[in-house]
Structures are given as C-alpha cells and as structure tokens.
C-alpha cells in the first residue's frame, strides 16, 4: 500500500544551524513529491516538489530536498534556520493512479533563539 | 486570484445540527479535496472530486456529503454533527499537466467544534 513515512515528530534545532526533515514514501510508481509548511492557525503551502529530472530541487525560503529512488527517501534540508522557519512539515506523495495525495503525519520544528 | 477561499472560519455545533462547509476556487482546477486534521496529526482525506458531477470518498468519509456541481464550489455538509467530527477542515485544489501542475493549493482552514 502507498504510504509515506515522516519518522521525527518533533526536531527541535538552534538558529544558524542545519536542517534536515526525513521522509520515505512507498510508492509502486515514480513518484510525484512534495514538500508543504504549516505555521500555527494556517493553511498548508507549497515548499517545494519534485516530478522528474534532477534529483536535488529548491524551493522557497531557502529550502531544498533531494530525491533518492534507491532509498525511496524524499528529505527536505536547509543550511541555516531562521526563527521563522518553526512550523510543521508535512511530506507528500500524488499517487497519478487514484487521484489522491498522502500526507506524513507530519514534523514539528521548534527554533531556539 | 483569491485562490481557495473557505468559510466559515470557526463554527461551533451542538450534537446532532447540521452545517455546510464552502470551499472556493477561481483557478479552474480539476481536482478539489477536503481534509480533516485533528490535533497532532497529518491530513486525513474525507472526500475528492476529480471534475464537476464526479466525487469519490477518501479514507474517512462517514458523517459528510459533498457535491460538485461546478468546477469553482466543493461543498462539504455534516449531518448530525458528533462531537468526533470536531476538526480543523481544508479544503484544497490541483490540476493535472503543465507547469505547477498536481500542486495543491490549500484554503485557510475552518475550525469546527461540535459539543
């Protein structure tokens, strides 16, 4: 069965240091990836994706996440956090036979000033 | 563009009334979803619709209804609503092809409480 798997619920890092949120997914087909952020009382928005093509994407705010089929691993990582980036992450796979996305459970970050 | 629009923001329910949650969208997507996150927990799929006259149910579709009867409008409705439906709902878009296609844009969320 498709699934995706965000295996840290809870990342707790200082500012100016790396990030890196872990995703796997299980998906029979190629995948479409992606990456979405959520900051308390919002909606969800698009960090970044991937489709096809090279393997290492960026997205916004700095943000990027590289695509290993070997490991079915999709991780989303930063070089420096800001403050800002404490949110939720949540992982994502489009599964082009059902129609349907599958979200992780989702990583909280939590910044240290 | 207003995106995804959803109203209304919060709403609070006595056991067994009955709403409607709107969603929204003047992008001309295809695809439209409602979700359910409760606290602490990821996004469950309650209901999809892949065009207008089409819908199907996701993994948790007991105690809603949806309709889509244009491309722009994605009703969600409650039946007697219980105290389990108590959630936050999204509702989201996407389109198939092209440049940004199958990103899904997501409205800014009702929160419902049901006592």
């Known amino acids: 069965a498709q699934s995706v798997t965000q295996p840290d619920i809870h990342i707790t890092v200082s500012e100016g240091a790396s990030l890196e949120l872990r995703c796997n997914y299980s998906?029979?087909?190629?995948?479409?990836l992606f990456w979405y952020v959520q900051s308390p009382g919002q909606g969800l928005q698009l960090l970044l994706k991937?489709?096809?093509?090279?393997?290492l994407v960026q997205g916004i705010k700095g943000f990027e996440a590289e695509f290993k089929r070997s490991q079915s691993s999709f991780n989303l990582r930063k070089p420096s956090v800001h403050w800002s980036d404490a949110a939720e992450y949540f992982c994502?796979?489009?599964?082009?036979?059902?129609?349907?996305?599958?979200f992780g459970t989702g990583t909280r970050l939590k910044v240290l000033a | 563009n207003a995106g995804v629009t959803q109203t209304p923001k919060f709403r609070i329910l006595k056991i067994g009334q009955s709403m409607t949650l709107q969603c929204t969208q003047d992008m001309n997507h295809n695809y439209m979803y409602w979700y359910r996150q409760d606290p602490g927990m990821g996004l469950k799929l309650i209901y999809y619709?892949?065009?207008?006259?089409?819908?199907d149910k996701g993994e948790v579709p007991n105690g809603y209804n949806v309709s889509r009867s244009t491309t722009e409008d994605f009703p969600l409705r409650l039946e007697l609503a219980a105290p389990s439906q108590t959630s936050v709902y999204f509702c989201?878009?996407?389109?198939?092809?092209?440049?940004?296609?199958?990103?899904?844009?997501f409205g800014p969320g009702t929160r419902l409480t049901v006592t």
């Open positions: 994502a796979v489009f599964t082009s036979g059902t129609y349907k996305y599958i």
């Open positions: 991937y489709f096809s093509g090279d393997t």
């Open positions: 989201a878009s996407s389109y198939p092809g092209g440049v940004g296609s199958y990103e899904q844009y």
């Open positions: 619709s892949v065009g207008a006259g089409i819908t």
């Open positions: 998906y029979g087909a190629t995948p479409y």
